[in-house]
């Protein structure tokens, strides 16, 4: 009996002894062996490589623009493209919103919410949305596009040293000048022009004024009389006053009166032979004969320049002096041209911009 028991036992330890062998090299099959320094990397190990670095900081810019104009919309597509050029691409590593306004209060509610998001730069396309955005705020940064006489307003102290938060890009009257000049070479038999604008309208007066100076230089030396205007009746007045008073070119300045009752006008060229030189591109779509403009869209570049200067270089807008772009382009209306049975000579076909 005891040899019985003793066998018993001895089998139970032997079953023991290979199962806890057996244990051993199972378990033994899902220990990782130490990496060596030649070791290719297991997938544990990959996951506890660095994670990338994070996307570069971005900016928040609102972009107010107050008039539906050629000159504007092509100032703004000037900031846009700069920014990109740099790198600077909207919904990648920059937000910019912009809105494009014409209504005076809701102009001025989207710049408001600029200021309470405390956006980190707003970009002011025009007098009206500069001169809100200043009264708004006085630390976030303003960088304007296509304002005239910035050094007037009391947002900047002078156009040299701006002192504030607010800075940018102007675009002068020089195409004012350059416009009356034009009709020197244009229309060298021109012995009177006639200027037709909106009496009420500051800018549009002193365009007309600054008109009659050139006008009235050594080297242009032509007759000039001035024609403002305050309603649709006045204009076919006025242009019937012109016709006998021996207008040979109309001026019509950057007007927005003026640009809503153009059809009037264009007509009466046509029918009397009588070319308009006009204020801008969209006046010159029209039906106008030509106008002498600088490229808005480098209003936008060198504006889209100084923000980034501020954004990314720490420059403030106290230390960044107005800019000017005066450099002005002759365009003519192919269409107009045509009508008016005008023909230029090959000099000015080489250099204009026949559209």
Do not use: W
Not at 71 to 99: H, K, M, P, R, T
Not at 164 to 171: H, I, L, S
Not at 263 to 271: L, N
């Amino acid at each position: 009996m005891k040899k019985h028991l003793v066998l018993i036992v001895n089998v139970i330890l032997i079953i023991g002894i290979l199962c806890g062998v057996g244990y051993a090299v199972y378990r033994a099959s899902f220990i990782k062996p130490e990496k060596t320094k030649n070791d290719v990397a297991t997938v544990d190990s990959v996951a506890t490589v660095d994670e990338p670095t994070a996307p570069p900081i971005e900016y928040d810019i609102g972009i107010i623009q107050h008039s539906d104009v050629d000159n504007c919309n092509n100032v703004y597509q000037g900031f846009i493209a700069e920014l990109a050029s740099n790198g600077y691409v909207n919904g990648n590593n920059i937000n910019l919103d912009y809105v494009l306004e014409e209504d005076n209060a809701k102009c001025e509610a989207a710049i408001q919410r600029f200021v309470d998001e405390e956006y980190d730069l707003i970009f002011a396309i025009g007098p009206f949305a500069t001169r809100i955005a200043a009264s708004k705020t006085s630390d976030i940064p303003i960088v304007f596009g296509a304002i005239s006489e910035p050094e007037k307003e009391e947002y900047i102290k002078s156009n040299e040293n701006p002192s504030g938060n607010v800075t940018g890009v102007c675009d002068d009257y020089t195409h004012c000048f350059e416009q009356i000049d034009s009709i020197k070479m244009l229309f060298p038999k021109c012995k009177k022009i006639g200027a037709i604008y909106t009496a009420t309208s500051e800018s549009s007066v002193t365009q007309a004024l600054i008109g009659e100076k050139e006008a009235q230089m050594e080297n242009i030396n032509i007759p000039y009389a001035k024609y403002p205007v305050e309603n649709a009746k006045e204009i076919a007045a006025s242009l019937d006053v012109m016709k006998s008073d021996g207008v040979d070119v109309i001026y019509a300045p950057v007007d927005g009166f003026v640009n809503k009752n153009l059809k009037t006008i264009v007509d009466f060229s046509y029918k009397n032979g009588i070319p308009i030189v006009c204020g801008n591109l969209t006046m010159l779509e029209k039906g106008c004969f030509s106008t002498s403009v600088i490229n808005y869209a480098s209003v936008g570049c060198a504006a889209g320049d100084m923000t980034l200067d501020i954004l990314t270089a720490g420059a403030k807008p106290s230390d960044i002096p107005i800019a000017y772009i005066s450099e002005c382009y002759l365009h003519i209306n192919k269409e107009a041209m045509e009508k008016l049975k005008i023909t230029l000579p090959d000099e000015i076909k080489e250099t204009a911009l026949i559209e």
